[in-house]
């Protein structure tokens, strides 16, 4: 048999840890002051910005009710005479439809030979179709003081 000699290799001891020394010089807080001056014009542009904002406002949009869509403004300071209803109809002829919107609200429109009635179903068909008690979507016109309302379209719910 031959003898196998077995060397020892002794491991290397680690070199204690250099102390790690951070130093400010005078570019780094130059450095830090240019970028806290640059922060802090921003935050005032900004500032100044909102403000003139909300001063210059030109008009306030009317607070949504739930169902019920009067458009006021349409961005150019002009009246949309448009409105929209989800809505219970609560008596209704050959000349005019009465009718309580989502919000509880009673409300009257006159109808006019343009007046498109829609069925459940999708397809046209005429005023002699609506119901007391049926559920519609109606939309339609206002006259310039915004007091009377022309219906444009129906369209009866399921």
Do not use: C, H
């Not at 000699?5 to 491991?11: H, I, M, P, Q, R």
């Not at 961005?75 to 209803?85: D, E, K, L, V």
């Not at 939309?139 to 915004?146: F, L, P, R, W, Y």
Request: glycine share 6%.
């Amino acid at each position: 048999m031959e003898e196998v000699e077995v060397v020892e290799k002794k491991k290397k001891q680690s070199k204690p840890a250099k102390k790690v020394t951070f130093t400010i010089t005078f570019n780094l807080i130059v450095k830090l002051i240019i970028a806290a001056a640059i922060l802090l014009v921003l935050f005032g542009v900004y500032t100044l910005g909102t403000n003139n904002g909300k001063k210059n406002a030109k008009t306030t949009l009317p607070t949504p009710v739930a169902g019920y869509r009067d458009s006021m403004m349409n961005g150019s300071n002009t009246p949309i005479r448009r409105w929209s209803a989800i809505a219970t109809i609560t008596a209704v002829d050959a000349k005019k439809i009465s009718f309580k919107d989502s919000a509880g609200k009673d409300q009257t429109a006159n109808f006019t030979k343009e007046t498109l009635v829609m069925g459940s179903d999708g397809k046209k068909t005429d005023i002699k179709a609506l119901k007391k008690d049926q559920k519609i979507i109606i939309s339609g016109d206002k006259d310039q003081k915004g007091e009377n309302r022309t219906v444009t379209r129906i369209r009866i719910q399921k």
